[in-house]
């Protein structure tokens, strides 16, 4: 356009000075003159307001020439500030950053991404858990076990499982457990319930074995003694066996009776009496207070961490396909679920609009910094590049509509002559 902008004005230059040569011989040629002449003027006229706006016209420093690089900085602060308050407002920003679905986007790519955010979330569990304290860990987990065993009600937590037990019939399964357990007890005791017995029976060897005479009987009363404690505790575990048996065949037996008696007077007294409240409730801060806590808190950090560590290097990682199965979830939650949508983009739109809206003083100084550092002969370089190619037209129309002129006023001249 610039070429041929300038092939315009030479070609008026051109049409000018042969009119002039050939005008005497040919007077009707004074009509185009008159278009070259004043075409020439306005091509001219319009190529120095066109230069000058970026440079000095044929290098010369005129006045108000150059306008654009010698006042690079009105330039920068002048767009920076069309750009913020037309652009970066809310009227204009609002309608096209809350209507975006970023809840479809976000599904989309994390459908896509799933198999590689959980193969890099895998790739960096040993960093992250090789930077963690252990101590911290089992500090944090200490803490929180020992806050879980304070707040949770135990007692009525206790009532309500043993309530269910009683309802399912469970509890004729802990009654059996407890005769069963009573009599392994007694059969693997035996020894030392014969060894009592032994101890009670009213043979008194130890005065026989000091009268005189009697010394010989000493032995005899001995085994007499032990004969009489196998014998006692042998009919007395018998007997036993035989109640804890009946006990459990018969089902109205008294031993049931009592023990399900004493059943729901706890389960009663688990809901009622604060005085069994207040036992638990120092019993759960007596395991809370102790060692146990901090002992067990490391040994699961410590197995946690060993698991996470081996899981996260194997091919077939538990951990890699539960985040996988987790990012899928999310996708499929954000795609599906309408209510989860609108909230997600209502939000999100929210928040990059009120970004962006705080940004705009940041993007007023980007681009008053950025357009600074160009150089003066950059900056112009920049724009002419820009709208040159209209600024070209404005040559070519000045030329043009110039040479109409001159033809007119030349049309003028000529009545007004006659």
Request: proline share 4%; net charge neutral; hydrophobic share 45%.
């Amino acid at each position: 356009m610039r070429r041929i902008a300038t092939g315009a004005l030479a070609g008026c230059v051109t049409g000018m000075i042969a009119c002039r040569i050939l005008e005497p011989g040919l007077p009707w040629l004074a009509w185009p003159r008159a278009f070259f002449e004043a075409g020439t003027v306005g091509a001219l006229a319009d190529w120095f307001a066109v230069v000058a706006l970026f440079r000095h016209p044929l290098g010369i420093p005129i006045p108000h020439t150059a306008i654009l690089p010698n006042n690079k900085g009105r330039v920068a602060e002048s767009l920076a500030g069309f750009i913020e308050t037309s652009f970066l407002t809310e009227e204009q920003l609002g309608p096209r950053f809350r209507q975006r679905d970023y809840a479809g986007f976000a599904s989309r790519w994390l459908r896509e991404h799933a198999d590689f955010l959980a193969e890099k979330a895998t790739g960096f569990g040993p960093k992250i858990l090789s930077g963690v304290s252990d101590e911290e860990m089992t500090a944090l987990l200490a803490e929180r076990a020992r806050a879980m065993v304070r707040s949770v009600p135990l007692a009525p937590l206790a009532g309500e499982g043993l309530a269910l037990f009683v309802q399912n019939g469970r509890d004729r399964e802990i009654y059996g457990s407890i005769l069963k357990a009573a009599e392994d007890l007694i059969l693997s005791h035996r020894e030392m319930i014969q060894t009592k017995i032994q101890e009670e029976i009213p043979i008194p060897v130890d005065l026989i074995r000091n009268l005189p005479g009697l010394k010989l009987l000493e032995p005899a009363l001995d085994q007499l003694k032990s004969h009489l404690a196998a014998a006692v505790a042998t009919r007395t575990i018998e007997k036993i066996q035989i109640v804890l048996r009946d006990a459990e065949t018969i089902p109205d037996h008294s031993l049931w009776r009592a023990f399900d008696q004493k059943l729901r007077q706890f389960l009663t007294d688990l809901n009622s009496s604060p005085e069994l409240v207040r036992k638990i409730s120092a019993m759960q801060e007596s395991l809370a207070a102790s060692a146990v806590v901090e002992d067990f808190s490391a040994k699961a950090w410590a197995e946690l961490k060993a698991f996470l560590l081996r899981d996260c290097e194997a091919a077939d990682s538990t951990v890699r396909t539960k985040l996988r199965e987790a990012v899928l979830t999310v996708a499929a939650q954000l795609e599906e679920n309408e209510a989860a949508r609108r909230e997600v983009n209502g939000f999100l739109g929210e928040q990059v609009l009120q970004s962006l809206l705080a940004a705009r003083p940041h993007a007023r100084e980007m681009v008053v910094s950025t357009i600074e550092k160009w150089e003066a002969k950059e900056m112009a370089d920049k724009l002419e590049a820009t709208v040159g190619r209209d600024l070209q037209f404005i040559r070519l129309n000045g030329t043009i509509i110039g040479g109409l002129i001159g033809v007119a006023i030349h049309a003028v001249f000529s009545l007004l002559g006659r």
